[in-house]
């Protein structure tokens, strides 16, 4: 079954979304720019998660997936510029997962252009994926960064 065929009853799904799309301080870096692009994306999800619950109209929904998307594309090139100037090893597989990421959401962004309604169950996917690529991925990298200005 794919990631974004799930059928979830929205009321768990709400209720689950709720603490995966907020920011956590066990999320910081260390590194300012990437903190704060990671604070963003959180605070847009949980936007977009807010207007899904109060019934948006689709406009707001739709304008509300283009603006994730266009942060997490954002996000992604500002990351994988620190990690290709710092020739850090783990680089390819880690712009892999951000390709993963950027797809995912382009998927749903096709799936809204085709008439197809978003629940709350997809946002809470979303942010998932990023709790856990910022624990295990992003964490990794910016120890790496660190080390390079302490040695």
Same mark, same amino acid.
């Given at each position: 079954?794919?990631?974004?065929?799930?059928? $979830?009853?929205?009321?768990?799904?709400?209720?689950?979304?709720?603490?995966?799309?907020?920011?956590?301080?066990?999320? %910081?870096?260390?590194? %300012?720019?990437?903190? &704060?692009?990671?604070?963003? !994306?959180?605070? @847009? !999800?949980?936007?977009?998660?807010?207007?899904? @619950?109060?019934?948006?109209?689709?406009?707001?929904?739709? %304008? +509300?997936?283009?603006?994730? @998307?266009?942060?997490?594309?954002?996000?992604?090139?500002?990351?994988?510029?620190?990690?290709? %100037?710092?020739?850090?090893?783990?680089?390819? $597989?880690?712009?892999?997962?951000?390709?993963?990421?950027? !797809?995912?959401?382009?998927?749903? &962004?096709?799936?809204?252009?085709?008439?197809?309604?978003?629940?709350?169950? @997809? *946002?809470?996917? *979303? +942010?998932?994926? !990023?709790?856990?690529?910022?624990?295990?991925?992003?964490?990794?990298?910016?120890?790496?960064?660190?080390?390079?200005?302490?040695?």
């Amino acid at each position: 079954m794919l990631w974004y065929s799930l059928r $979830v009853d929205p009321a768990p799904a709400l209720r689950r979304a709720c603490p995966l799309v907020r920011w956590r301080r066990q999320f %910081e870096t260390g590194l %300012e720019p990437i903190d &704060q692009q990671h604070r963003e !994306l959180f605070d @847009a !999800l949980a936007r977009l998660g807010g207007e899904l @619950a109060a019934g948006a109209p689709k406009d707001q929904l739709d %304008e +509300g997936l283009a603006f994730v @998307a266009r942060h997490l594309i954002k996000h992604c090139q500002t990351e994988e510029t620190l990690m290709k %100037e710092a020739g850090f090893p783990g680089r390819i $597989v880690h712009a892999n997962q951000h390709q993963d990421l950027v !797809l995912r959401v382009r998927d749903l &962004q096709y799936r809204r252009a085709k008439g197809q309604e978003l629940g709350p169950e @997809a *946002v809470a996917l *979303v +942010g998932e994926w !990023l709790d856990h690529h910022i624990c295990e991925s992003d964490l990794a990298m910016a120890g790496y960064l660190k080390s390079l200005h302490t040695a």
